[in-house]
């Protein structure tokens, strides 16, 4: 079979499966046909429903367990997903950002420990001032400081939420990072902390609201020029 003749039956043959998983034929977390079930189905060689399974599992959609078969993960393709929320505004992207991580600030400050501020503390200090030798750490260092914040929120569809945003939130530090937009300093960054110590969900609220209101300022500006 010639290499583009296969590729377009590994095509259709993933479009079959997904037109078959949004018809709910088979519900998330159940397991689909066995390969030789799926190629009989399709009309296809069990070579490209090979091809089209691990297709579908780099997308998200089907998960493989190892001497179990291959099970339905999500309806949603989470890189068309991510592709789509890269296409809005730079303002929705950082109002988003910014309604995540209040949320997570603000259940944070009921639900944290002393180890999860300390280890808050401990990523900031790591993470230290910007340096442009260093750029590429910073931003994976920052990232992960937010992203250890909404973790301390103790809420998993959260948690799972900001991480699928993570990709546009690490622009957002790249932005912000090489002056693009207002980097908020290390005296907010550690605000935050402690307004999660404080274990005031007002005060983390307001404060993380504050952190994020000149990035959103500075952008309302350039909207406007």
């Known amino acids: ?4 003749m296969r590729t377009n039956l590994a095509d259709t043959a993933i479009q079959n499966i997904r037109a078959e998983i949004t018809a709910s034929r088979w519900q998330i977390g159940e397991r689909i046909p066995n390969e030789a079930t799926l190629a009989d189905m399709l009309g296809v060689s069990r070579g490209t ?56 600030a603000r ?11 300390a280890e808050l ?22 990232l992960a400081f937010h992203k250890a914040v909404v973790a301390a929120s103790g809420n998993s569809a959260l948690i799972e939420v900001y991480e699928f945003f993570s990709a546009s939130t690490q622009e957002i530090i790249k932005a912000t990072v090489t002056g693009e937009l207002p980097e908020p300093d290390m005296a907010a960054h550690s605000a935050i902390i402690d307004a999660i110590a404080s274990g005031d969900p007002e005060k983390a609220t307001l404060t993380t609201r504050a952190f994020m209101a000149p990035i959103l300022l500075e952008l309302d500006r350039l909207l406007a020029s």
């Open 1 to 4: 079979m010639q290499p583009a």
């Open 49 to 104: 429903v090979r091809e089209a399974v691990r297709v579908l599992v780099s997308q998200g959609i089907l998960e493989t367990r190892q001497g179990s078969g291959t099970y339905v993960r999500s309806v949603i393709d989470a890189e068309d997903s991510l592709l789509r929320i890269r296409r809005t505004g730079l303002r929705d992207q950082v109002e988003t950002r910014c309604a995540l991580e209040v949320e997570g």
């Open 107 to 117: 259940l944070a400050a009921t639900r944290h420990t002393p180890e999860v501020v």
């Open 121 to 142: 503390r401990q990523m900031l200090s790591d993470r230290g001032e910007y340096n442009p030798a260093d750029h590429d750490r910073y931003v994976e260092q920052d």
